[in-house]
């Protein structure tokens, strides 16, 4: 199982979509660890500089339908190759989704209010995860807890380090 | 308690319940091209567990960059083209024979009703014309779908879109979609399947239905889905003759999998299409549209017809309507990339060809080009595309490019005009 937690990087937009977080022209690579320079190059979002905003950080927290469009789970990969495993939005689209737990990793969705705390904390925000106990912490210079749901079946694909792993064991 | 379609088909492929808000159901058939496939098939490899479920589910064609523009995307078509030759995948299209996978595929009549698609690609959605359930999936679904012909998804709830009245001439399938994004925007069908019904979708060809459902994907939804019916039989009627003894037969047969007068609904639209006028995107989002008279005179740098969405013989034939006898405007390039070496050589045979040639068009082989900017076809910073594609995301034509996304017919009026143009005025 991979670890989750670390260092918050804060995108606060909704419908970030996957052509925003890996451009197509850069889908021509042929390993996952070729795609890291190119995180969210194309992000639409004022002030936001990719390659010095990424630095250190472990956890995208985010508004709402975060990665609608594409179904390249290169937009999946190219976090992961940047050490970044869980991603917390008010909501995803479908595929995303379901690539982030595919590859054993965390898209956690918790409701407006909850965001809005997360986005107030102020500092620089780390969190940790409990997923034992569904909660999730966060230290800035506020603190705040806050519990979320995980569906049983996407918690067996985390669980067991992805979906290949789960499928080839089950069927 | 009644059944939708997508129920229907849900349940006729059952494979397990790992929770109850999940299932795992059997594939009929996974599709598969050159970007999302390579990374799946050396995963495989890497694994020691490259093998395929059943190749005779398993179709594979090279459609995004082909011919290859460069060392990676001619190493992307090789991995697919040996793992095809390796594993015995008799449908496996490659230059010469290839064209874009939602036009090609169906084409070919691999997709039929009741069946389960999926495909490393979002627009899977469009083979819920045929009355079957497909879906756009990442590649470890798809590495999955190839090694053991399964696929998770969560139960599906359903929105009816119920389109009724008639379409004036010069309004199409397209503007219809694009209206239904703006109403239900981005997100406002994610996690659902739309089920388009109504008589005005009763009347459209497979082409116009194609169109209808490869853009569900843009309300967020898992699959656009029609009720098979006589439109769906004579389409398909080449490949299964052999099936049934009469088209009467199979239209028949394709009933069973229509949605019951009792199914549920997570929620219910009714849209007349009557007074709808042709629609045009602005800004970043597909679900940002307007009708084309508030969009009316915005300069244009290229025109670009093609793509799954729009890059259909009856997609080419509406176009011609308007470019025939006309040139294109000094000031703006024009691209055509007719969907699949069919719909090549039948706009061929058809003088399509030449008009758009005689108008000013460049005609490249069929690919998916410029819709996502991967080969031909790329704007420059700033430049400004009227398109036939389904994204007008930010930079997807081209770092620092705009798309406005419209119908084959806008598109060509506005090829004439050099701007965004009402077809009307040329019709």
């Not at chain 2, 009549?109 to 698609?117: E, S």
């Not at chain 2, 047969?253 to 709808?276: G, Q, T």
């Not at chain 2, 969405?309 to 006309?326: F, M, P």
């Not at chain 2, 061929?348 to 758009?356: H, T, V, W």
Request: negative net charge; charged residues 25%; proline residues 4%.
């Amino acid at each position: 199982m991979k670890q989750f937690g670390g260092k918050i990087l804060f995108l606060d937009r909704s419908d970030i979509n996957t052509d925003e977080i890996i451009p197509a022209r850069y889908l021509t690579e042929n390993t996952k660890l070729a795609l890291q320079p190119y995180i969210l190059e194309d992000l639409k979002l004022g002030g936001f500089t990719p390659a010095q905003d990424i630095e250190g950080k472990g956890v995208i927290v985010t508004r709402a339908n975060f990665g609608c469009g594409s179904s390249r789970e290169h937009a999946v990969w190219v976090f992961e190759v940047n050490d970044i495993n869980v991603v917390i939005a008010e909501s995803f689209a479908r595929i995303f989704r379901q690539n982030m737990y595919n590859c054993g990793m965390l898209a956690i969705e918790l409701p407006k209010k909850d965001l809005d705390t997360l986005f107030s904390l102020g500092g620089e925000v780390e969190i940790s995860i409990d997923l034992a106990a569904n909660t999730l912490t966060a230290r800035g210079d506020k603190a705040a807890t806050f519990v979320f749901k995980l569906n049983d079946f996407d918690k067996k694909l985390v669980e067991a380090g992805g979906w290949l792993a789960y499928a080839d064991k089950n069927y | 308690m009644g059944k939708t379609i997508a129920e229907k088909i849900f349940a006729a492929h059952l494979r397990d319940t790992p929770s109850p808000e999940n299932v795992i159901l059997d594939i009929d058939v996974v599709m598969c091209h050159e970007i999302t496939t390579p990374i799946a098939i050396t995963d495989l490899e890497a694994r020691g567990m490259d093998r395929v479920f059943n190749p005779r589910r398993i179709k594979a064609v090279i459609d995004h960059v082909t011919p290859a523009k460069n060392s990676k995307t001619a190493t992307q078509g090789k991995i697919l083209r040996d793992w095809a030759r390796r594993h015995k995948i008799r449908d496996f299209f490659d230059i010469g024979a290839n064209g874009v996978c939602h036009a090609i595929f169906p084409e070919k009549g691999f997709i039929r009703p009741g069946y389960t698609v999926i495909m490393g690609d979002s627009h899977t959605c469009t083979h819920g014309a045929f009355g079957a359930f497909a879906a756009g999936v990442g590649t470890t679904d798809l590495e999955v779908g190839i090694l053991k012909g399964v696929c998770s998804f969560r139960t599906p709830e359903t929105i009816r879109i119920n389109i009724s009245g008639s379409l004036k001439d010069g309004v199409s399938a397209k503007d219809v979609i694009l209206f239904i994004i703006k109403e239900l925007t981005v997100n406002g069908a994610t996690d659902k399947v739309i089920e388009f019904v109504g008589p005005v979708v009763e009347t459209m060809s497979m082409e116009a239905r194609m169109t209808l459902c490869n853009m569900a994907i843009e309300a967020g939804a898992t699959c656009g889905i029609c009720l098979p019916d006589r439109v769906t039989a004579d389409y398909l009627w080449p490949f299964i003759n052999d099936k049934y003894e009469t088209v009467d037969q199979a239209v028949k047969d394709f009933a069973k999998w229509h949605s019951d007068p009792d199914a549920v609904y997570v929620k219910e639209l009714s849209l007349d299409v009557s007074k709808l006028n042709p629609q045009v995107t602005f800004g970043y989002k597909p679900d940002e549209v307007k009708s084309v008279s508030e969009m009316e005179g915005t300069p244009v740098d290229q025109i670009y017809i093609g793509s799954c969405t729009n890059g259909r013989i009856e997609d080419l034939r509406s176009a011609a309507r308007v470019l025939k006898g006309r040139k294109i405007a000094p000031t703006v390039r024009g691209i055509l990339s007719p969907a699949t070496p069919k719909v090549y050589s039948q706009a061929l045979e058809e003088g399509i060809i030449a008009i758009f040639m005689e108008a000013g068009f460049c005609v490249t082989n069929p690919t998916c080009g410029a819709c996502l900017g991967m080969s031909n076809g790329v704007l420059a910073e700033g430049e400004i595309c009227a398109s036939t594609t389904n994204r007008n995301f930010n930079g997807r034509m081209g770092k620092g490019g705009i798309i406005h996304l419209m119908s084959p017919l806008t598109a060509a009026a506005t090829a004439v005009r050099g701007h965004i143009t009402d077809p009307r005025k040329l019709l």
